[in-house]
């Protein structure tokens, strides 16, 4: 019990950015191999979030919060959710459970809509509305990217026999380490030159057999550049990465977050690797 309690505690300490480097880079290595671990971590954040909008927080966990965990635009997002919900259930409270029924998970679906409590109704109607948006997301997405003028060469170069590429004066080549849950302060900056017409991109991923991925690249406002159903991982050196090249046509200077999903998963465990791109003359 006690090793769990530690474990709690050093997760709340790199939500809120209490860590040191050496500390943080371990722990995002073992979320990497581990998916429970990150499951550990993402209740971990459910719990910060309650406890800022509930105003449990100590002033020093507090001050930690806003400053580290909230630096994101995704994660104010995952703030204004919270607010929201829980707004709602001060708003319809009922001391009524819902009405669970034999029968397996769908009769128990429903027999939560028919429940009085209004925010399980709620709730299960939101998570239901976002899984159906993504999913249409992810169908226009796939067709407004393959209307992009540069979308078949982005396919070309991702190809399973493509080559990994040498840096040189067109090519630009960075790894990028995955920013699993603080903000994305730690965005790393690259920098390209008017010569450069290739970006490529190495991300580290679980080590294990070959797998494919799905590799979404966006704005840091969510604005979708592209997605590229299936990319499969590469052995570089003694690591497992996934090499991602981009024609440099296709980007602009701005912040970018390179979004990844195992196909193989059954869970939509996303991996975000956040950077920053700049053109000097």
């Avoid at 679906?109 to 109704?121: D, K, W």
């Avoid at 976002?130 to 990217?145: E, F, M, N, Q, T």
């Avoid at 497992?240 to 939509?268: C, D, F, G, R, W």
């Amino acid at each position: 019990m006690k090793d769990v309690e530690q474990e709690h505690v050093l997760i709340r300490r790199y939500l809120l950015g209490e860590l040191d480097e050496e500390l943080r880079e371990q722990l995002e290595q073992r979320v990497i191999s581990d998916s429970s671990y990150k499951q550990e971590i993402l209740i971990t954040e459910g719990e910060l979030l309650d406890e800022f909008v509930s105003g449990e927080l100590s002033p020093e966990d507090r001050a930690l919060f806003v400053r580290n965990f909230l630096a994101s635009p995704a994660q104010r997002r995952k703030l204004e959710t919270a607010r929201a919900l829980r707004a709602y259930a001060a708003s319809h409270q009922n001391p009524d459970p819902p009405a669970v029924v034999g029968g397996g998970w769908l009769k128990n679906l429903f027999a939560l809509f028919r429940s009085r409590n209004r925010f399980m109704q709620f709730t299960w109607a939101t998570v239901m509305l976002l899984a159906l948006l993504g999913s249409a997301a992810l169908i226009y997405s796939i067709v407004s990217s393959q209307k992009q003028p540069n979308y078949n060469e982005l396919v070309a170069l991702n190809q399973p026999s493509s080559p990994v590429l040498d840096p040189g004066s067109s090519v630009v080549s960075a790894q990028l380490p995955p920013l699993l849950f603080r903000s994305g302060s730690d965005a790393k900056t690259i920098s390209v030159t008017p010569e450069t017409d290739k970006l490529q991109l190495l991300l580290p991923t679980a080590a294990g057999p070959p797998a494919k991925y799905r590799v979404t690249l966006k704005e840091n406002g969510g604005a979708r550049v592209f997605e590229l159903p299936e990319v499969s991982t590469r052995q570089v050196g003694a690591n497992s990465m996934l090499v991602l090249k981009i024609p440099v046509k296709m980007l602009t200077a701005n912040e970018y977050v390179v979004e990844t999903i195992e196909n193989s998963s059954t869970a939509e465990s996303v991996t975000v690797y956040p950077f920053r791109l700049q053109r000097s003359k």
